[in-house]
Each structure stands twice: as structure tokens, then as C-alpha cells.
């Protein structure tokens, strides 16, 4: 799992820095997670293979996190996809997007919408589960957990073969399920698998508020994103607009247990946002700034 | 005048290339013409003033002639505009906009419809005139011409001053009119004043097929600027995609025999662009590519 910034800055760009997105590559395909303005130029930009994304996922309806899902839908169409594409996103979304396309796409979309106020399974398949979790902002918004599922067992094949177990059951091997012979005789499981390894999660809190509230839904996360769009001399703009501070977001990683804390969002006052490393390492050790380009090795 | 280019590639940005956008400046105030996505990141990047943009014109409503306009919008609110702003477009376009917007802007958006396959006065002031006029193109299209008045005559002030012309007649002189003092004399106007410069006039001609109507309005331009997706060798493309090629391009330029033609909207087929050049030189001998960052002075 390889989490990539296509854009790192808050509402207005600014010295370079795009308006947020990014993408997670979890092996068999990729998730764009938010889409501001620039996206699919940096997408270019850095040879990202867009074309193997299937779900979208768009915090709020805040420009800066979708202005850019527009041309890159145009794009993928232009480019000839014919895949079906899922967008998670508040439902004020669809109306938006139709209203902009003067034709018909050659592919279908079809919007998930994401509940003020909830937290949703939006996808649950053997490889993946990616839930959705409502953070404090100025509109609807939520944060986004991505689990990529690892942790089934793994079977012994010289075990398998000599037991004969039959290859409809192998699903239920790697499940934890015993295997019964035909005589009746009952193999434990722990002879023919062995323990699989532990899931990987990136959890992605976009524009919030500093809330407790999110911890629950952060748990042990290899990754967390937090928004940290000032530092704490501007803690007061912060509460204000209902943004965090560099501090902020580092006292969610620690009190998630988290293995590390990627930080962006940064606003447009800040040119230099070493202060914003500074402050967030004083809490928390594992922290790293979201620039663009920056690729992140989900461990 | 100057003209700056910040982008200038067709339908998919490529090579670095982002969709159309140009600024005019016209000394006092700045046109904003077309705005494909990322136009604001252009703008920072070649440190455009773009809060010295009151008049919008969007040539039609391809998303890569309108998608970066929303992020311009909002950021230009982000920034504390009050001044109102003129949109120029078709009519579809308010709808667009106002879908999008989360909140009430700080500024007055005035909206002036395209009327489809119609030349209409944009425009006309003492130091501007601005007209669009109908281009052919898959959906309805228009170019721009965009004069700088400077042919007013220009007083002799010894002289203005000797004839002792009251100043509410200082205007009329520079229009030609001749002074009759209190007495009845008559002093010419050609006693009183010189002859003005000639206008400077820059025409945008946007996404068309190669048509020869669009002609009359391009007479004497000092700068066209007529798209040139292909090169020759895709001309049936050109054709079926109602684009055209440079030499069509610069056919047009020959037509209207303008001093200086600037050719555009490049297809992503074309990483080299250098055959546009050499095919619209053959045909025109002044004749410069667009790229991101170039700036045209118009004269």
C-alpha cells in the first residue's frame, strides 16, 4: 500500500502547492482520495496510471478538495475509458458533475452517497474494506479508513495436498475453518495454515476541526493523514474556521496509537512549514509533511 | 498590450502543457480570456495581478476552456475581491457557477449571455472596444476582438492653451471637432491638435473549423490568435473534429492580413510542436507558438 500527494495545500494554491489530493495504490487498483484543481495535470506530473482507479472518494464539498474530479472524469473520457467508476461524495455532488458535461460519458459513474453525520461501510470485499466517519467542519465532511486485508492464513500446500483437501475449501482454509474428511475425521486448522500477516490501514482525516470524536475510527492505523492547515500561533483562526493545527493533528496520532502521521492542508500564509514539523514532532515522533511528488510506504 | 499565454494545449493537458487560457492586458485593467483548469496556478506562477481582471470572456463551454474558472472564482473571493466581476459566456454558465459555490461570494458576478452564431458589442468604452463574433465549432462557439482605442487626436497644448479652449471642450477636441470662440471665430481643429495613434487590436479565435467567415472580423489585426490542434497530416481529424490545422491558421492570418499570428490548442498528440510552426510559416512569415508563460507585446 503506497500512499501519493498530488497536492498538499489548503483552500487557495500557493508556492507551488496544489489544493488537496491523493492517491492510494493498494496493489490491484488505486483510490483518489479528494481531487482539487490540478489533479489529473499531476497525476501526469508524476506518471501516476490513473486509468487504474475505480473509487473516488470526496471528503466535502469544499473546492479545493473537487475541483479537479471535473476534468479529470472529462479526461478519462477522453482517453477512452469504458470501466465503471464509484464516487463516494455527499450528494450535492451528481447535480454538479451533470450539470458540467456537455456529453455523454463513455463509461457510467455511480455515486455512493456519503451520510452527514455517519459512519458507513462504503466497500467490503475479500481484499479491502474502506469506511467512511464524520469529522467537524463548516460543512459536511468525512475522513476516509482504507483497510487492506491481510490477515487471513495462509495455507501450508505440502499439508494441503497430503490431507487432500479438496480445492473448493481452500477459501475456508485461509478463513480458519477445520477441514472434515469424508470419514469423518476433523484436521485442525492449525496444521495445514499458518497465521497471515497483520492488515495494512491508512486512515485520511481531511478539514476538521480538532476532535476526539475521530479517535475511535483511528485505532492502530499504520497511517494516519491529519489536516494541519496553521501551527499553533494561529490557533484561534484555526477554531475559527474549523480547522487544526500542526499540534492538533499530532495529539490524534498519538492518542490513535498510530505508526506514523503524514501533515498537509497548509494555508497559504505559510511559506516555510518547517514550524509545522517542529510542532507536531514535539507530540508525536513519526511525522512527515505532505508535499507533492512525496510517495509514503504503507508499513 | 500584452498579451500572456498560461495555457495552451488542447482537450487533455500533456507535456506540461495546461488547457487555454490568456491574459490581456490592456493598461488599466487585464481581460481574462478563456480559463481551462489550473488558470489560477498559472496566474501565481507568472505572477499575474489577477484581482486587475473585471471582464471575463469564455469562448464556449468545452471544459477545457472553463474548468479552472470556478477555482478563480472562489479564490478570488478567498482574497477579499468586493469589485464586481463580468462573465461573458453562454448562458449555460451561471448554473455552472452557482451549483458550486458553498457560499454567497463577497463580489457581484454580472453575467452577459452569448447569443449562438451572433456578433454582439461586448464592449465599448472610451478606451475599449470588445466584440464577439460566431466561430464553428461543435457546440456554440464565439472569438473575441479586443481594440485599444488610441486613434483619438491629441491636443497641442501651447496652442490649446493660446486659442484659450475652455476644458469642458477638451474631449470634443480630441474627437475633431473645431472651436468657436465666444467672438464666432473659428479655429480648426487641425490648428489645435495632431493626428492619434493607430488602435491596437488583438483577435481570439477559439476552437473552430476552418472558416473563412470569421474574416471580416479580423481585418487589420495587429495579433490574431486562431487555434491549431493539428498539423496537416491529421486535417480529416481536424475536419471531423471541427479543429483546425496551422496552415489553416495561418491562411486565416494571410486573409486578414494581420501583422502577427500566434497559433494553439495543440493536440496531445503532438509532443513536438515545431511541424505547426514550419506548416503556418509556409503559408504566413510571423508567426509564434504559444506556450505556457509567453508573454506578446501587441503592436
New interface residues.
Given amino acids: 500500500m503506497t500512499l501519493t500527494i498530488l497536492g498538499c495545500n489548503g483552500?487557495?494554491?500557493?508556492y507551488?502547492r496544489?489544493?488537496t489530493c491523493q492517491i492510494l495504490d493498494v496493489g490491484a487498483e488505486m483510490f483518489l482520495i479528494d481531487c482539487g484543481?490540478?489533479a489529473?495535470?499531476k497525476m501526469?506530473?508524476y506518471k501516476v496510471r490513473s486509468n487504474r482507479v475505480n473509487h473516488v472518494f470526496i471528503s466535502h464539498?469544499?473546492?479545493d478538495h473537487f475541483?479537479?474530479l471535473?476534468?479529470w472524469l472529462?479526461?478519462q473520457a477522453?482517453?477512452g475509458r469504458e470501466k465503471e467508476l464509484h464516487i463516494y461524495a455527499n450528494e450535492?455532488l451528481k447535480?454538479?458533475i451533470a450539470?458540467?458535461l456537455?456529453w455523454q460519458l463513455p463509461y457510467q459513474i455511480i455515486y455512493h452517497d456519503l451520510v452527514p453525520n455517519e459512519s458507513q461501510i462504503l466497500l467490503d470485499t475479500d481484499k479491502y474494506e474502506v469506511i467512511s466517519f464524520p469529522v467537524m467542519h463548516s460543512?459536511p465532511t468525512h475522513g476516509f479508513r482504507f483497510t487492506v486485508k491481510r490477515n487471513k492464513r495462509m495455507m501450508i500446500s505440502d499439508k494441503v495436498r497430503e490431507c487432500e483437501v479438496p480445492q473448493y475449501f481452500y477459501k475456508k482454509l485461509t478463513l480458519g475453518f477445520d477441514y472434515e474428511k469424508a470419514n469423518g475425521e476433523i484436521i485442525k486448522n492449525e496444521i495445514l495454515t499458518t497465521k497471515g500477516k497483520p492488515n495494512l490501514v491508512y486512515a485520511y482525516c481531511a478539514d476538521t476541526l480538532y476532535t476526539e470524536t475521530i479517535v475511535p475510527y483511528l485505532q492502530n492505523c499504520n497511517l494516519i493523514y491529519h489536516e494541519a492547515t496553521y501551527c499553533n500561533d494561529q490557533l484561534d483562526k484555526a477554531t475559527a474556521r474549523m480547522h487544526s493545527t500542526a499540534e492538533q493533528a499530532a495529539n490524534i496520532a498519538k492518542l490513535s496509537n498510530a505508526n506514523q502521521l503524514v501533515i498537509g492542508h497548509y494555508s497559504s500564509k505559510y511559506k516555510d512549514i518547517s514550524g509545522h514539523l517542529a510542532e507536531a514532532n514535539a507530540v508525536f515522533e513519526h511525522v512527515v509533511l505532505a508535499e507533492e511528488g512525496l510517495s509514503i510506504e504503507v508499513k
Fill in positions: 483552500a487557495l494554491p500557493a507551488g496544489f489544493p484543481e490540478g489529473q495535470i501526469q506530473q464539498l469544499h473546492g475541483f479537479g471535473i476534468g472529462n479526461s477522453l482517453l450535492k447535480a454538479i450539470i458540467q456537455e460543512v
